[in-house]
C-alpha cells in the first residue's frame, strides 16, 4: 500500500491492517507534542527550550515551533546546522560545555549563536576567543550560562560526573565570564527522569551558594532538563508539583530584578510524540525475538533496563497475560531486553506488538548495525500510551516529598 505523507491512520491496529509490515514502523503523534509543548509555555514560570538531543526530527522541530517552542538547546555543530536549516527564525543556544574552537565560530559567526554554556576557565577562553571579529576584538553580545555539578539522586539517568565545576570552582568562574559577557547565567542538569521536585530544590540551593560567593549579577538560571515522562514503575508527581518547586526557589535567589528563568525539557516535550510496531519473529519460551532492539529505537530498554508500556496488536489478545524479554534482531547477545514486559500468553511469531513512549531517545539512536534499522514513519491519530498532560493526577500532593512552604 502507497503511504502519501499527509495520511493519517487511526492508530497501531489501523496501521498494521494497512501495511502488514515487515521492518518496524514508528508511529508518530504530532498532537500528542503540541499538548506538551503548549503545557510548559502555558505554565513553567519562564522560558522552556527544548533539547534537541532528545529527538531530532526536522518534523518534531517544526511541530514544537508552531506551538510556540521558539528557542532550541544544541548540543553539537551538526544539531546548529539542522535546527537553523529548519527553523530559521529559531534562538540557538549551544549548551554542551565542550566544544570545538571551530565549532564556536561556526555557530557564533554563520548560524547567529550567541549563548553558550561553559563549566572551565578553558572553555571560557576558548569562547572568547573563537567569537573574536577579524580583527581580533571581542564579542559585545555574548551570553555565557556558568554550569554548576548537582546531585541527580532523586534521577533514573544521571548526569553528575561528567559536566559542571565544583562548588568551589563556581565563583571564580563566574567572576571571570561576567568580564566578557553581556549576560551571565547559571545552568545545571539533575538528571534524566527525576522522580522528585526535590531534585530542583538541592540544585537551586547549590546555585544560591555559588552567587553569594561569587558577588556578580545573574541574568538568567538554567534549571535544565529531567523533567519526567509515565514509564511502567515510573508514575511521577504532577508536573505542576515541579514547576511551583522551581518558581519558589527562583524568586529567592539573590539575582538581577529582571532574571530570566529558563528550562531545557527534551524526554518531556517529546516522549509522548513516537510509539513502535514490531512484530514478533520466533517465540522461546517467555522470550520473544522481535524486529527491533538495543541497535534500533530500543536502546534504553536494554542498556539501561528501562520498561517501555508494550500492548498487543491484533490476535493475542487473551485475558491471560505473561511476562516477556525481547531479543533484537541483530546477531549480537548483547540485542536483548529484560524487561519484563507483560503481552497476552498466547503472543507467537506474527503477532505484532506497539511499544509506546519512544519519542524521547528512540527514533534518535537507531543504527544500521547487522543490516537492520529500517523503519517506515507514520502518523496516527490516537492518544499515547501514557500521559503526563492528560490532566489526570497519578499522586496526590500529600504524597510529595517536598514541602511547598
Known sequence: MHIHPDDVFVDARAVVHALSPDEPVILNRPHAAVRAARFFIEKFPGKSLYAVKANPSPDLLRVLWDAGITHYDVASISEVRLVRATLPQAVLCFMHPVKTPAAIAEAYHRHG???????????????????????????????????????????????????????????????????????????????????????????????????????????????????????????????????????RHFEALPIAYNAELWCEPGRALCAEYSSLIVRVERRRGDELFINDGAYGALYDAAHVGWRFPVRALGDAEGESMQDFSF?????????????????????????????????????????????????QQVVVADEPMASIYDGSRLKPAVDNVVSLR
Not at 509515565?230 to 505542576?240: D, K, Q, S, T, V
Not at 540485542?335 to 497476552?344: E, K, S
Not at 513512549?357 to 534499522?373: R, S
Request: charged share 20%; glycine share 10%.
Open 113 to 247: 549563536v550567541k549563548t553558550f554554556s561553559l563549566d572551565t576557565a578553558e572553555e571560557l577562553t576558548k569562547i572568547v576567543d573563537a567569537c573574536r571579529d577579524g580583527e581580533g576584538n571581542s564579542a559585545r553580545d555574548l551570553r555565557l550560562a556558568v554550569r554548576l555539578r548537582v546531585s541527580s539522586e532523586y534521577s533514573e539517568l544521571s548526569l553528575a560526573s561528567k559536566f559542571g565545576c565544583d562548588l568551589t570552582e563556581a565563583p571564580r568562574l563566574l567572576q571571570r565570564a561576567r568580564q566578557h559577557c553581556d549576560w551571565l547565567g547559571v545552568c545545571f542538569h539533575v538528571g534524566s527522569q527525576a522522580m522528585s521536585p526535590f531534585a530542583f530544590v538541592q540544585a537551586l540551593d547549590r546555585t544560591r551558594a555559588a552567587i553569594a560567593q561569587a558577588g556578580v549579577v545573574i541574568d538568567m538560571i538554567d534549571v535544565g532538563g529531567g523533567f519526567p515522562s509515565i514509564y511502567p514503575g515510573l508514575e511521577p508527581p504532577a508536573m505542576e508539583d515541579y514547576f511551583a518547586i522551581i518558581a
Open 327 to 375: 531479543y533484537g534482531p541483530t546477531c549480537d547477545d548483547a540485542d536483548y531486553m529484560q524487561g519484563p514486559f507483560a503481552l497476552p500468553a498466547d503472543i507467537e511469531a506474527g503477532d505484532y506488538v506497539e511499544i509506546g513512549m519512544l519519542g524521547a531517545y528512540g527514533a534518535a539512536m537507531k543504527t544500521g548495525f547487522n543490516g537492520f534499522g529500517n523503519a
